[in-house]
């Protein structure tokens, strides 16, 4: 795996841009022209070259309650760029979910994907909306536009030495088949991630169903006892020691609160019986692997991002900031009296522990309480990134107000 020196050269930093809204009333015609006028010139400070090809704006669409989410008015400035600046085609899409609800994997079939069509035009996300750009189901093909937005697989599986955790990644389809990416996420807090911004919204938002098992630590080994010759080539793999050899049986046990999913047990396997494979369909427990998440998290998007990082800008709207993510279908107020703005680069990780670090002061400004644990987790994202690839932590921000 190679990083850019944009992303581990401190003379060679990728630019990141701060528009500062906390003056105006993101609320107001007027202030959301001036945003997204902000918005255009930092993505060309961000990015100064052409764009080509198809481009995805990766966004999060949040639940039917969900009233604090992510607006398609602030991704106009986007579609509007890419237009100019040499597009062939510009759409905005997310993947399906492994909860339930209007956006599931199960609710959403291969040939039926209209629950999670009306959800997203219902919220702006349409060639009639604000941003003026179809949706597209990312691990849905049905979804793909001829002509303007083309893909015609699921997923893909890639193997990407020199990561961590993972030896091989599930990138959904669409996202794979994105010439160039701007990543729309919304900042709010999460109750398993700690923080959720640009690093969940490529982990988890651009990963299919196996990716977001695996996260969730849902993929599991399973082990056909009749192939099963007790080698011992997968337990003496295991990272964390969750498979073991025990008395009285003829193949390895697993023990699923060690278990994170990396799939190297799977990989030595498949070199001798391929006796044993990684296997999940749903999610059983939510909080399973919460203490390692950030770091995973990190591995994750590593992965997803290889080869992607000059072609993929982030964009962090810092406005109606939640306790609970986008994904949580209730009604919920922010929790700041004002909205912070937009974040424009192309460093996720360092990103993501600016934006936690604004969240922090802006709450300690207002007296409100904090959440120590989920404030912290971008910057043990952060750290991680930096020890273990010598990604940047600290960035310098180009301010520019509203």
Request: charged share 25%; net charge neutral.
């Amino acid at each position: 795996m190679r990083l850019p020196a944009g992303l581990t050269a401190q003379e060679q930093a990728f630019p990141t841009v701060f528009v500062d809204c906390s003056a105006v009333d993101l609320a107001k015609p007027k202030s959301r022209d001036r945003v997204n006028r902000a918005l255009e010139e930092a993505l060309a400070r961000v990015h100064p070259g052409a764009f080509f090809g198809q481009v995805l704006l990766k966004v999060h669409i949040g639940e039917p309650k969900c009233v604090t989410r992510l607006q398609p008015r602030f991704a106009a400035s986007s579609a509007r760029s890419l237009r100019e600046r040499g597009a062939a085609g510009v759409v905005a899409g997310d993947t399906t979910v492994a909860y339930s609800g209007p956006r599931s994997h199960k609710q959403n079939p291969a040939d039926d994907v209209s629950a999670y069509l009306d959800l997203a035009s219902k919220h702006g996300w349409s060639a009639e909306g604000p941003a003026r750009v179809p949706f597209v189901v990312l691990d849905r093909p049905a979804t793909a536009i001829a002509g303007q937005f083309e893909f015609s697989e699921e997923e893909e599986r890639v193997e990407i030495p020199g990561i961590r955790r993972f030896k091989d990644f599930y990138l959904a389809g669409g996202f794979a088949a994105a010439d160039f990416v701007i990543n729309h996420a919304h900042l709010t807090l999460h109750g398993v991630a700690g923080l959720a911004g640009c690093v969940k919204a490529i982990a988890m938002g651009c990963s299919s169903l196996p990716g977001k098992l695996r996260l969730h630590q849902s993929l599991l080994p399973q082990i056909d006892a009749e192939k099963c010759v007790a080698c011992g080539r997968c337990v003496d793999s295991c990272p964390e020691g969750a498979l073991a050899a025990q008395e009285g049986s003829e193949s390895p046990v697993v023990d699923p609160d060690l278990c994170i999913g990396c799939g190297e047990c799977a990989a030595v396997c498949a070199l001798g019986t391929g006796a044993l494979k990684l296997r999940g369909s749903k999610i059983t427990e939510w909080q399973r692997g919460q203490d390692t998440l950030p770091a995973r998290m990190a591995d994750y998007t590593l992965g997803l991002m290889h080869g992607r990082w000059d072609r993929t800008i982030h964009v962090l709207h810092m406005y109606r900031v939640t306790k609970l993510c986008d994904c949580v279908n209730v009604r919920q107020s922010p929790i700041l009296s004002r909205d912070l703005g937009f974040l424009v680069g192309k460093n996720p990780f360092a990103m993501d522990r600016v934006a936690g670090r604004m969240l922090a002061e802006a709450l300690a400004r207002e007296n409100r309480d904090l959440d120590e644990s989920a404030l912290s987790a971008a910057e043990t994202t952060a750290a991680y990134a930096a020890d273990a690839y010598g990604i940047l932590a600290d960035i310098h921000l180009e301010r520019m107000s509203v």
